[in-house]
C-alpha cells in the first residue's frame, strides 16, 4: 500500500544497518549479556526478570519473541476478524494452509515456501519461508508486527493484536509459539508512568474499550488471546471493509479511530452487521464504506485524524464494479471455490455455534 512502500524505502536505511552486524537473531535477543557482566546498552540489570531476554533490543531488530510474553497495548479486539483468520486456518480450501503465510509474513519472511503434510506452526521445521532468517528486504521488514520494550523488559505489541491471538488460538500455535516482531524502541529504562506517557505520546496505546469509553493502562490485557480482550463489533466489521472505503495503512489503530467514528457519528444505520447472515453483513459493509468513501478527505474522523490520514479511498471499491475488486471476493459464499473472508468468518462461527 501506499504509505507501507514509503515506509519500507525508510526502513531500507534500517535493514542496511543491521545487515552489517547481522539482524537480531533469537540467539542474539536471548543474551542481554555475557554472565556476570553489565549489558553495554540497556542502562540497568535486571536480568533476574522473567522478560529479561528482551531487555537490550535496539530500535530496528527483528525480536526472537514467545507470544505468552508479549503485552498488548488495546483492550479489544474485532473479534470477527480473528474468527475469520480461524476459519480459513481451520476450514480453509488454500493448497497452502493460509496460517503458514501469514506466520512467514509476521516473521519478516513474505509468504510460505514449502510445507510438509502434516505441518504445524508449533514446528518450524516442519515448513519453511520464502526468505531465510537474515534475507529479509525492506518490504518484508515493513510488514512485520511491532513491539516497544517496557520497563524491566516486558514487550508491548503495538500492531499484530488479532494477528498473534489469531496464532495463540489455533489449535497447532498457542502461547508458546514463537514469531519475531520488530522494535519501534526500547524504553526499558523508563519508570512506568513516563513509559506510558511516551507511549501515549506517540499514540502507541489504545485506552478506549470495545464501546468507546476511555480505560487506564491498568486495565489493559496481561496477554494475547480472545479471553484477554473485549468485542468491538465496529473495529470486527471495519476488517471487512479494507480496501473497498479505506486502505490500510501504519497509523497504530487506525481502524479504531474509524469505529469510533460510526460508533459516535453513526453515518448510516448498521442493520443486520456481525449477525450470522452473508447478505445482511455484506450490506453493511458496502453502506459503511460508501459513507466513508463520500466524506471530503478533510473531515476530521477522530483524535484530529482526517479521512485523509486514515487513507479513505476516492472511490468506492476502488472504482471497480460491485461483483468485482474486493468487495466482489468478499461477497463470495463458503461454498465458493474461494470464500471470500467474510463467509469464513460467519462459517467459523457457525461450526463453533458462536453468536
Partial sequence: MRTRAKFGRFLAVVVAAAAGAGLMSSAAAAAPGAPGSRPAFCGHDHRSRPSAGYLCAETGDLLDVRIGDVRPTQPSLGYDEVYSKLGRYTLGKDTVDKKFDDWCEADGRIAAASVSPGARLDDPSSFTCRLAVGAETPDSVAAMKTVVIGPCGEPFLTDGHHTLTSFAETPDGGL?????????????????????????????????????????????????????FGDDRFRGLLYFGRDIGYAQNDLPFQE?????????????????????????????????????????????????????????????????????????????PYTDAKPGKLAYALEYKKVHGLG
Avoid at 520488530?182 to 501515549?200: E, G, K, P
Avoid at 499514540?203 to 496477554?223: F, H, M, Y
Avoid at 460510526?262 to 448498521?270: F, M, N, Q, T
Avoid at 449477525?275 to 478533510?298: E, F, H, I, N, R
Wanted: no cysteine; net charge positive.
Fill in 176 to 228: 508458546n509459539l514463537h514469531v519475531r516482531l520488530r522494535v519501534l524502541a526500547n524504553y526499558s529504562t523508563l519508570t512506568r508512568r513516563d513509559f506510558w506517557a511516551r507511549m501515549q505520546e506517540h499514540k502507541w496505546v489504545w485506552l478506549r474499550d470495545a464501546d468507546g469509553n476511555p480505560i487506564t493502562v491498568n486495565k489493559l490485557p496481561k496477554s494475547v488471546g480472545l479471553a484477554h
Fill in 256 to 332: 479504531f479511530y474509524w469505529g469510533d467514528w460510526l460508533r459516535d457519528a453513526k453515518p448510516v444505520a448498521l442493520g443486520t452487521g456481525n449477525s450470522g447472515d452473508l447478505v445482511g453483513y455484506l450490506a453493511t459493509v458496502k453502506s459503511v464504506t460508501q459513507a466513508m468513501v463520500a466524506l471530503p478527505k478533510d473531515t476530521v474522523v477522530d483524535s484530529g485524524f482526517t479521512a485523509a490520514d486514515l487513507d479513505a479511498l476516492g472511490a468506492w471499491n476502488d472504482g471497480a464494479a460491485e461483483a468485482k475488486g474486493e468487495f466482489g471476493k468478499l461477497s463470495k
